[in-house]
């Protein structure tokens, strides 16, 4: 093999005529079937260049809107220290009804928002949630009561519901499967950006003083303006799909799309499909997920809504505890790349997420036992429970990399959002401002949590190397090869390393097109070459 030949990555069917497009096609294929082999073989420098104008326009316009969604709906948080209970006249559990009432605005409308995404471009999906809550936050700041407040906090949970899926949903369209895990935890990072900046922010906007507003609306003013202008740049450079993508020019539009193929998960077609749906609500996994993700988000919800609170209960003043909550999105950011990173590294994500789910256990441990008098550990210990912002991002990305099919997609990720958004309702539930300064009752659902989702992460594993067992056999029977090389997690700069990769194979694989599922609307449990992930 010559140096050419070992540059190729992927290689088209050896015919010089157009591939012909089997019955039931995508418009991936479509697009791909009208240039010649030639023109679909590229190399590896060349997807490289591609993967990095991509992360320059795709990634940084979902990391920025992920930002502002967190800021928004963090800013009840923030305000929550500088008088909101007193201003508004809050008494019992309103102030934790304002926490919860976001999130399940959320759960009603997440089965509009999967078919929401299957039916529309994701991108112009994505402008217009962000131009929505970014105008219901900055309307919010009208609000002076407990009812108005909590109608305002839902219609905001409804368009942010779709921030997360639709992050997810361009993750999966944009990204090989081996890149999708760093990609999901770069978006997710941005929630701890957000605790460093928006504590910054707040302690700033905290310091004006008016006697015509309060200091909570000022807050929610110029996040919620902030928020609408950024609208404006998504619906102006965000790319629907690598297929429609202005930003690149044809030869990049066509590896942009190629290249996805060993993803073996479809292209979006806009064709929202029923069997996928069953399959879904059939599929055992999609419920490791939800149970997973239900109790991580029980312990977020609850931490989320009242760790300011927390912070100031172990004897600080409100600016001290605004300058404290910065270590706490730095702690965040790191463990959130730092888990992405193992786990892409070991390739074992359900192992990773077990790991990291003992540092939340004994923060929540400390801030159960030791004495109000010890702050630092007392601080410790809440640092440590930051850790848990590692977890989310490692099952968004885990569920994505082990679903196909462009309908059971959007539904699998709308019933893991479901337990999000359900365990987000009920954790600030579990806390009451009547229990400061101890918040026992939230605290020791918070441990039980984070026991029960690493349980939960540690087990799946298992029954995923089940499913890939059966796919080989499946193989065996239609007589493939009944080991198969993931060419979607394969470390691109040490493919050839690997005898399993060499061109040849490649060739052979993609020789048969019309019996290549990678881009077509096919599930995961219906296509016998795809590969689970551990």
Not at 116 to 141: D, F, R, T
Not at 337 to 363: D, E, F, H, Y
Not at 404 to 418: L, Q, R
Request: aromatic share 12%; glycine share 8%.
């Amino acid at each position: 093999m010559d140096n050419k030949d070992k540059d190729e990555v992927c290689v088209a069917p050896s015919k010089n005529e157009p591939t012909q497009v089997p019955v039931s096609h995508s418009k991936a294929i479509e697009f791909l079937a009208n240039h010649s082999a030639e023109a679909i073989s590229f190399t590896y420098e060349e997807e490289k260049a591609v993967v990095r104008r991509i992360d320059k326009r795709v990634l940084v316009l979902v990391l920025w809107a992920y930002f502002f969604q967190q800021l928004d709906k963090s800013s009840l948080s923030y305000v929550s220290i500088f008088g909101l209970s007193d201003d508004a006249h809050l008494v019992g559990l309103q102030y934790s009804w304002l926490g919860s009432i976001l999130y399940l605005a959320q759960l009603v409308m997440q089965p509009l928002v999967a078919l929401i995404l299957v039916k529309l471009p994701a991108g112009k999906v994505l402008g217009s949630a962000v131009l929505l809550w970014g105008s219901a936050l900055s309307i919010m700041a009208a609000c002076t009561n407990f009812p108005s407040l909590l109608g305002m906090r839902f219609v905001l949970g409804s368009f942010e519901a779709f921030i997360a899926p639709c992050c997810v949903a361009i993750t999966q369209m944009w990204w090989r499967r081996s890149e999708q895990t760093m990609r999901v935890s770069y978006w997710n990072a941005m929630n701890g950006v957000t605790s460093i900046i928006g504590s910054l922010v707040t302690y700033g906007l905290g310091h004006i003083s008016s006697t015509t507003i309060y200091r909570y609306q000022t807050i929610f003013l110029f996040c919620g303006l902030l928020t609408v202008l950024y609208a404006f740049l998504i619906f102006w450079f965000m790319p629907d799909s690598p297929i429609e993508a202005k930003c690149l020019n044809e030869r990049e539009r066509i590896i942009a799309t190629e290249r996805l193929r060993a993803n073996q998960m479809g292209i979006s077609d806009h064709e929202w499909r029923w069997d996928h749906v069953l399959e879904t609500f059939l599929d055992l996994k999609t419920w490791c997920w939800f149970f997973a993700i239900i109790a991580i988000s029980i312990a977020s919800g609850g931490i989320g809504t009242f760790g300011s609170l927390i912070v100031k209960s172990f004897g600080f003043n409100s600016f001290q505890t605004i300058l404290f909550n910065i270590p706490f999105g730095v702690v965040q950011v790191i463990s959130i790349i730092g888990a992405a990173w193992i786990a892409t590294k070991t390739q074992r994500k359900g192992l990773v997420i077990a790991g990291l789910s003992v540092l939340p256990t004994i923060g929540a441990i400390l801030m159960l036992t030791v004495p109000r008098s010890q702050k630092g550990v007392l601080l410790f210990g809440y640092y440590l429970v930051s850790c848990l912002a590692g977890i989310t991002p490692m099952l968004y990305a885990w569920q994505a990399q082990n679903t196909a099919g462009d309908t059971k997609k959007k539904c699998t990720s709308g019933i893991v959002f479901v337990g999000m958004c359900t365990g987000n309702v009920i954790g600030p539930l579990l806390y009451s401002t009547d229990e400061a300064p101890l918040y026992r009752t939230g605290l020791i659902a918070d441990l039980a949590m984070f026991v029960t989702v690493g349980v939960i992460c540690g087990l799946t594993p298992f029954y995923l190397a089940y499913l890939n067992k059966k796919h080989e056999k499946k193989r065996i029977e239609l007589g493939k090869s009944g080991r198969l090389p993931d060419m979607s997690m394969i470390n691109k700069e040490k493919l050839w390393e690997s005898k399993a990769v060499e061109v040849e194979d490649v060739q052979d694989q993609r020789a048969a097109v019309e019996n290549d599922k990678g881009l077509l609307d096919v599930t995961d449990l219906k296509n016998e070459d795809f590969i689970y992930v551990y």
